[in-house]
């Protein structure tokens, strides 16, 4: 099924007709002797039947039209119109239309249950195939659309891990994962007509009865993070202050001093409570 255009004429005009019909009929049939009364009943009829002619359109709406079950096609301008007397005239909206979705519970890709909703934003681009290329295009779009959005969920990791790498994750490319999201959707639309503006993820949570092991994991990973960042410093500085105190000859440390000299400096730096130095008065020894 295809939209397509049909036959329409100026509304008001066929208006004027249709009422200048069934008032000159009605005269006809109440002041005439027999043959003007069925002269008035013929063009009284004539009036109805330019009268079952008339549609009104709204903006962003279009009339789809059949003709005793026959498809004859579409009217998009707004106004007042007349068409093909008889016809059946259904509305459908062309105005831009969001939905939130349900929470859904979905695996990730690495098989941890999760919970992710997305609002989805659409709009009819062929009205034809909306109203008969499905049964219920609304219905249609939401079930399709809880279907790809479960369907991007089991295809990409809730977070990075160790396994996955640099690979695209929900929480961390929420814009990647929203553009693939949008080309999912579009392809499964495309049957009901309807073009997909955009998708974006509006909530994303681990489900309930891992939530707490998960938030442990991701506080270990930020610790683990921050001491790598301390003790890489610790390094840089203790590299420097050996470094400098041999290029100043300021004092002459063999390997077993530098050790301990190291052992000094990165417990100092990376302990977290304050350090208590021992002042040695005498030889080192």
């Not at 008001?12 to 249709?18: D, G, N, V």
């Not at 979705?101 to 609002?119: C, F, M, Q, Y």
């Not at 990973?221 to 470094?243: C, E």
């Amino acid at each position: 099924m295809r939209e397509k255009s049909i036959f329409k004429m100026n509304g008001f005009a066929a208006l004027i007709i249709a009422l200048v019909c069934i008032g000159f009929g009605i005269f006809l049939i109440v002041t005439g002797a027999i043959p003007e009364i069925i002269a008035g009943v013929l063009v009284f009829l004539l009036g109805l039947i330019i009268a079952t002619s008339l549609t009104i359109v709204q903006p962003n709406e279009a009339k789809v039209l059949t003709f005793f079950g026959t498809y004859l096609g579409v009217i998009r301008d707004q106004g007042l119109w007349a068409t093909i007397p008889f016809t059946f005239k259904r509305s459908v909206s062309l105005r831009v239309t969001n939905f939130n979705s349900e929470k859904l519970k979905v695996n990730d890709l690495d098989g941890n249950p999760i919970e992710i909703a997305a609002v989805v934003v659409y709009k009819v681009r062929d009205a034809a195939k909306a109203l008969y290329d499905v049964e219920n295009y609304k219905n249609f779009i939401h079930i399709q659309s809880e279907t790809g959005i479960r369907h991007i969920a089991s295809t990409y990791a809730y977070d990075s891990n160790e396994n996955n790498g640099n690979a695209l994750t929900l929480r961390q490319n929420s814009d990647e994962v929203a553009d693939v999201l949008v080309t999912d959707l579009q392809k499964r639309l495309d049957v009901a007509g309807v073009d997909v503006i955009e998708a974006r993820i509006m909530h994303l949570a681990y489900s309930s009865e891992i939530a707490a092991a998960m938030l442990q994991r991701q506080q270990a990973q930020a610790v683990l993070s921050a001491r790598k960042v301390i003790v890489d410093g610790a390094v840089g500085l203790v590299k420097a202050a050996i470094d400098q105190l041999t290029e100043q000859d300021i004092v002459d440390l063999d390997e077993e001093k530098k050790a301990q000299m190291v052992n000094n400096l990165m417990v100092a730096i990376v302990s977290e409570k304050g350090t208590q130095p021992i002042i040695n008065t005498g030889s080192i020894y």
